[in-house]
């Protein structure tokens, strides 16, 4: 598995994705965005990411698609702290990321990020790192989930994560947690 930038925003890269297999495949199209990838058998995950119109220190996380074969795999989370470690390498404070489902926000836990306690008028919870981790915050996001109109498979996974303590991040590229950070 191999994580690789490709670029930032400045760099005017696109990147062509089939529609049929990724999600926002034609927001990769764009150069107005820097990309990052993971691939092994071709690109199997991808993430676009500019910096905040408002705050120069912060990056924003436009966009992460990991191809339908490849969905449960942590693919998303582990380039979404790959982006945030290349941001934090090139000077941004902080990284923020909006989810508009359950499992998008599970996966930006995992890569170190926590509600902001905000949503955006596009029906996103907006996540941020760094931030509180704390259980009461994760809840909270959690719990706008809940108020939505939801697939079995999201109500099934919120039921599971009744009470629950926030994910521990991903360690170095694989499955095992690192240090928690909260």
Same mark, same amino acid.
């Given at each position: 598995m191999e994580f690789t930038l490709l670029g930032w925003p400045e760099d005017g890269h696109r990147l062509r994705l089939d529609h049929e297999q990724f999600? &926002?495949?034609?927001? =990769?199209? +764009?150069?107005?965005t820097g990309k990052a990838v993971?691939?092994?058998?071709?690109?199997?995950?991808?993430?676009a990411f500019d910096a905040d119109r408002t705050d120069p220190d912060t990056l924003c996380v436009r966009y992460i698609t990991v191809r339908q074969d490849r969905q449960g795999d942590r693919l998303g989370a582990r380039l979404l702290r790959f982006v945030r470690e290349r941001a934090t390498d090139r000077g941004f404070e902080r990284?923020?990321?909006?989810?508009?489902? @359950? =499992? #998008? &926000?599970?996966?930006? &836990?995992r890569a170190? =990020?926590? =509600?902001?306690?905000?949503? #955006?008028? +596009?029906?996103?919870?907006?996540?941020?790192? @760094?931030?509180?981790? #704390?259980?009461?915050r994760y809840q909270a996001g959690l719990d706008l989930f809940r108020e939505r109109d939801l697939s079995p498979e999201e109500e099934s996974f919120l039921t599971a994560k009744a009470d629950a303590d926030p994910p521990s991040i991903l360690g170095d590229w694989d499955d095992r947690p690192a240090a928690r950070t909260d």
């Amino acid at each position: 598995m191999e994580f690789t930038l490709l670029g930032w925003p400045e760099d005017g890269h696109r990147l062509r994705l089939d529609h049929e297999q990724f999600a &926002y495949a034609g927001k =990769f199209v +764009m150069t107005s965005t820097g990309k990052a990838v993971v691939g092994d058998d071709g690109v199997v995950a991808a993430a676009a990411f500019d910096a905040d119109r408002t705050d120069p220190d912060t990056l924003c996380v436009r966009y992460i698609t990991v191809r339908q074969d490849r969905q449960g795999d942590r693919l998303g989370a582990r380039l979404l702290r790959f982006v945030r470690e290349r941001a934090t390498d090139r000077g941004f404070e902080r990284v923020s990321i909006g989810v508009n489902n @359950p =499992f #998008s &926000y599970q996966a930006a &836990y995992r890569a170190g =990020f926590c =509600f902001s306690g905000a949503e #955006s008028g +596009m029906a996103e919870l907006d996540l941020i790192w @760094p931030g509180d981790r #704390s259980t009461e915050r994760y809840q909270a996001g959690l719990d706008l989930f809940r108020e939505r109109d939801l697939s079995p498979e999201e109500e099934s996974f919120l039921t599971a994560k009744a009470d629950a303590d926030p994910p521990s991040i991903l360690g170095d590229w694989d499955d095992r947690p690192a240090a928690r950070t909260d």
